[in-house]
């Protein structure tokens, strides 16, 4: 009975600190001219979110920093430390690429347009961060060389090859989520889904580890559920790089957690999705000599150009993200 009042307990608290902070946290970026600059190559009508205060994404981790502590106390007196290590570590990856984040918004803030790192700079970062993860992991005993196949049902020693694969899953994952967060409240709830799977998995599948899985669902889902309240169409404010990093560090963590890190694949799909539609735009348009393929990329772009409302396809990748998630139950 214990770990779904926790899991409830986490989330609760985290929710209301994302809407508390949120709320005093908004006006001081507006007050701070901290408004997001919109591309001119996007649709006309993002026009009208110009100057919408951007960089909220530092109210969740705040809320999830907090929330954290208070787990990592809770799991230390009822069941020692020996679950503490990877909780810890998922949360200073997520920081550490929210603070990614951080630099990146700031240097679009200074530079007064919706560039900041260039991609080369911000992958390197988040490379760094990635290797970190994965070291802290392997000497605190979390992961091994054995990778776990979903659904087939076996494990496979990739030796050396392994942290190859998983400093692509990292920053691909972290990348992926930040890709999705282009229109208002789409990465929030995609986010919302994939933290409830997760905890789903810590609460029920009883193969898991429970204590820490359930304590980074519960600040995913948490705050993500917190900040759609002021992200939800329409936005009045945005996670900026710095929110959507940090979702990504948590997203993709937590597959590490539960010790099947390729599951986070089929729960996170879409982000996947969001970011093949985008390197295939770019490839397209490469090879054809200025031809696009998708109206615009990433593919909720396309999908708005296309004369679908910011409603509609948040409501359908939230639909898909739920019927992903119900598939990847069956792979854990």
């Known amino acids: 009975m214990f770990y779904p009042v926790f899991f409830i307990g986490i989330f609760a608290v985290t929710f209301l600190l994302t809407v508390g902070i949120s709320h005093f ?50 799991i ?4 020692g430390a020996e679950d503490l290590p990877s909780l810890v570590l998922t949360l200073a990856l997520a920081t550490a690429s929210g603070l990614i984040g951080v630099i990146d918004d700031r240097a679009k803030l200074r530079k007064k347009q919706n560039e900041g790192l260039t991609a080369p700079q911000k992958f390197l970062l988040q490379l760094v961060c990635a290797g970190v993860y994965l070291f802290g992991m392997r000497r605190f005993g979390q992961i091994t060389t054995d990778l776990y196949i979903p659904y087939l049902d076996c494990t496979i020693d990739f030796g050396i090859a392994y942290y190859i694969i998983a400093l692509l899953l990292l920053c691909g994952m972290m990348n992926s989520v ?5 229109i208002d409240g789409l990465a929030s709830s995609v986010t919302l889904l ?6 789903a998995a810590a609460l029920f599948h009883e193969a898991l580890p429970a204590p820490g899985l359930t304590a980074v669902s519960g600040i995913m889902a948490g705050a993500a559920a917190g900040f759609l309240v002021y992200n939800f169409y329409p936005a009045r404010v945005f996670m900026g790089d710095t929110g959507s990093l940090f979702f990504g560090g948590l997203v993709v963590g937590a597959a590490f957690m539960m010790g099947n890190p390729l599951i986070v694949i089929v729960c996170g799909l879409v982000y996947i999705l969001e970011t ?23 593919f909720h772009h396309h999908l708005e150009k296309c004369g679908w409302s910011e409603i509609k396809i948040v409501a359908v990748f939230s639909l898909v993200t739920a019927c992903l998630c119900v598939c990847a139950w069956f792979g854990l």
């Open 25 to 74: 946290l908004i006006p001081v970026l507006a007050s701070h001219k901290m408004g997001q600059r919109i591309l001119e190559i996007g649709p006309r009508w993002h026009k009208n979110k110009e100057g919408t205060p951007t960089m909220g994404g530092l109210a969740f981790i705040a809320a999830a920093l907090v929330t954290g502590i208070v787990a990592c106390v809770v």
């Open 76 to 79: 230390f007196l009822r069941e």
């Open 178 to 182: 930040n890709l999705t967060d282009g």
């Open 194 to 199: 994939v933290g409830l799977f997760y905890g």
């Open 276 to 298: 093949a539609s985008t390197m295939l735009q770019v490839m397209y348009f490469k090879l054809t000599g200025g031809k696009r393929l998708f109206k615009m990329a990433p």
